[in-house]
């Protein structure tokens, strides 16, 4: 927490309402690792491009009054098979955050950066994208709170780092900004359509009331199940056929952090996971709907295929795929093509085998195939 006071103190001086985007990590699940080979890299080498997207100055009002957190210190245990299967083949370090596609030989897109270039309008023009480093792993919404309770409350905009959308330029922030610039709303949420079976156990799920005002897509939120069992996700289930689904991208406005900042000094355990997740996002964000009321709450249901999370190795080859047809890469502007090219001579996946084949390059990697791409075995949880 010293470290971003000091950051704070360094440029309200001169700018009392800088722009600040922070990604969460863990010490113990390569965060630092991360913070020097993805963060530093991202501020080095995209930032400096997707900061000429005319886009982005659409955004400067709120972002002079909000953070932006990309969350991204989960453990990865869901990748953690094809994590240590790369590393072993190409003795870089990797987890669901930090795997790499390399655009040339000293840049590379992680995860976590397209999240990221989501918060681009709140990255400071001189600090970037700032680390935060917790010890354990709950380096999540953890830091959100530890910061808050040393600096004071502003709107928080979150976005889970292993989670990507094929939506328009901007879309995403428009739509935190409609939220932000509403007095009466003090909390709002992006879901996506999916039916029960395809959320049950897996996924959490946002129990809705009436549309917004005269929104198509944007309804009242009552509750919040996380990952409920197959009956009760078909009672949440909307007249139109879905269930809107958690995408970890969330808008607490700065009313909201101030209450529940209140709230955990009188009962610290309010939002605890566990013993080691002690502040809980979700938990949070449903403790904020119940506090403030279903008028004061709203979520954008997206379509079904424009979102996913790429935490574990199907959907995460799946993505892939859908990048070599150019989507999921509208925030990043410029980089669009050098992005969707690496992939495309990079990566292939076999949905049949199940393998992750990763060019050779000049490597001189044993075990490649036909087509010159070693094969990573052992990956067995790939359908």
Partial sequence: MKYIMQINSVNSNQNPSFQSAYLTLSEKNLGKHIEKHVVEAFNKNLLPVLKDSVHLNKFKGIAETSDFWALGGGEGSRFRPLARAFTSLTGIPANKISFPIPLNEKVCVHMSDWALAAGAPF????????????????????????????????????????????????????????????????????????????????????????????????????????????????????????????????????????????????????????????????????????????ERSVVKALPKKTWEDVGSPTPFFKFLNRVKKDEFLNEFGDLKSAIQKSVNNRFWYSGNRGELLLDAGKKGLNGVN??????????????
Avoid at 179 to 196: A, D, F, M, S, Y
Avoid at 370 to 383: C, E, N
């Fill in 123 to 294: 990255a400071q023009k001189d600090g970037g994208i700032i680390p935060v480093v917790e010890p354990t792993s709950s380096g999540l919404f953890c830091g959100i709170i530890k910061h808050y309770t040393n600096n004071p409350a502003k709107n928080v905009i979150i976005h889970y780092g292993d989670n990507v959308f094929n939506t328009k330029q901007g879309e995403l922030m428009t739509f935190a900004k409609d939220v932000i610039e509403n007095p009466n709303l003090r909390l709002g949420h992006v879901g996506v359509k999916r039916t029960p079976e395809d959320t049950a156990n897996v996924f959490g799920i946002y129990g809705i009331t009436k549309r917004f005002k005269n929104s198509d897509d944007i309804y009242h939120t009552a509750c919040f199940v996380n990952k409920p069992e197959i009956e009760i996700a078909k009672k949440m289930v909307t007249p139109e056929g879905y269930c809107p689904t958690n995408t970890g991208f969330i808008v607490f406005k700065k009313e909201a952090i101030e209450e529940l900042l209140k709230a955990l000094k009188e009962n610290p355990d309010l939002i605890k996971r566990n013993d080691i997740d002690i502040y809980d996002c979700a938990k949070a964000a449903d403790w904020a709907k119940r506090t403030f009321g279903p």
């Fill in 370 to 383: 036909s087509r010159g791409y070693p094969v990573i075995d052992g990956v067995k949880i790939i359908a």
